[in-house]
């Protein structure tokens, strides 16, 4: 009698939503040997059709019941902000895996039941933060964890970006606080907002402000954002983001952690791989050129996009490798739930004038503003 090996599982995919960053999603599990992508879904019955015959899908339906009859293992989604929670409820509720792209959604309640219904579902939710998977990335997150840094006491983060009015315009629902939910800080900045909190742990507090300095005919929402973060361990971060920078700056986040170590991710041109321009450890700092001559500032969306495919590749191997082995994937709807916490104190502080606090910071750290209460103040 012979015993035969039990056949590898295939996973059967299903793509929400055929705009710009669907092609992503695409790719990346067309690279797995291990996943069939077998419809996909838009509103737009023409997109759908075209995204299906363009990549030899099998399947183009216009709502989210019709893909989930294709008995799906993982739905996709690449919708607009706002729908996002309409799409993973429902698959939730068919038992099927969801990879989420960011931001996990635009109102706090909405990611909250979003994370419920898939743990009550007994389902995986992951949302897409493929900078983490950047080799410079998981290098600085190594140094925290192997004592080279240390725990994180310091961060600055500066994210400042070129977008023309045409970025704005070519989509209807961008822009607009019922459509896209914010600007800078939900579009663009929520990506260092995450390695923020997954460098420095939890948040006690934010205090903001935001502004339209630039796009203001284009826009409803803020092209520009400052805040000053406290984490619960008593770090602080500061962070700037602006889509009103001409030409584009790019995005740099330096980490000093309790050693007196520091280290700086740089992403420029924007959507080019990230990589660390200060390692400064011991007696030596090692630094290259942050914005080295001869290289172009501004980057169209579609050249940013398709340059972050390899990192979008890891990402959806990380999740499919996850469902495989009956894990939980690097990037969960939990930690969505965090970034985009702190991105709506942003907006809160900023409507209000005053911080938004989450929980107290270490008692450690509390000293300073006791003296202050008891008259002792600087100056």
């Not at 993973?88 to 706090?108: D, F, M, Q, R, S």
């Not at 080295?292 to 050249?303: F, H, W």
Request: charge should be negative.
């Amino acid at each position: 009698m012979t015993s035969s090996a039990t056949a590898p599982r295939t996973f059967r995919i299903g793509i929400a939503g055929c705009g710009a960053i669907s092609r992503n999603h695409l790719e990346a599990f067309r690279a797995l040997s291990n996943v069939q992508i077998v419809g996909v879904c838009d509103v737009d019955a023409d997109r759908a059709r075209a995204t299906a015959e363009a990549w030899g899908i099998p399947n183009a339906v216009t709502s989210v019941e019709e893909l989930l009859t294709l008995r799906l293992d993982i739905v996709s989604v690449c919708t607009p902000h706002p729908t996002h929670e309409e799409v993973v409820l429902k698959a939730a509720a068919a038992g099927v895996n969801v990879l989420c792209e960011k931001p996990i959604a635009t109102k706090l309640e909405s990611a909250e039941r979003m994370v419920a219904a898939c743990e009550k579902a007994g389902v995986q939710l992951g949302v897409l933060f493929q900078r983490r998977f950047w080799t410079a990335s998981q290098k600085i997150r190594t140094a925290i964890d192997d004592g080279t840094l240390g725990k994180a006491i310091m961060a600055q983060c500066s994210v400042m970006l070129h977008r023309a009015p045409e970025y704005y315009n070519r989509d209807a629902w961008r822009g607009t606080w019922e459509s896209d939910g914010g600007g800078v800080l939900m579009s663009q900045a929520v990506h260092q907002i995450d390695l923020l909190q997954w460098y420095l742990g939890d948040v006690a507090e934010v205090y903001g402000k935001v502004n339209t300095y630039r796009h203001g005919r284009d826009i409803e929402v803020e092209d520009s954002a400052t805040a000053v973060i406290t984490f619960t361990s008593g770090a602080m971060a500061t962070l700037q983001a602006s889509t009103a920078v001409s030409p584009n700056l790019g995005i740099q986040l330096r980490i000093t952690g309790e050693t007196g170590a520091s280290a700086s991710l740089t992403e420029f041109p924007e959507g080019s791989d990230g990589r660390l321009d200060l390692w400064a450890v011991g007696e030596r700092i090692v630094v290259e050129p942050v914005h080295p001559e001869g290289v172009e500032p501004n980057v169209d969306l579609s050249i940013i996009n398709g340059q972050l495919i390899p990192f979008h590749k890891l990402q959806v191997q990380d999740f499919v490798q996850a469902l495989e082995n009956g894990t939980e994937p690097a990037i969960t709807g939990k930690d969505a739930l965090k970034s985009l916490r702190i991105l709506l104190a942003v907006y809160e502080s900023s409507r209000t004038g005053e911080p938004v606090r989450f929980a107290p910071a270490h008692p450690a750290h509390a000293a300073i503003p006791a003296m202050r209460n008891r008259g002792k103040v600087a100056g």
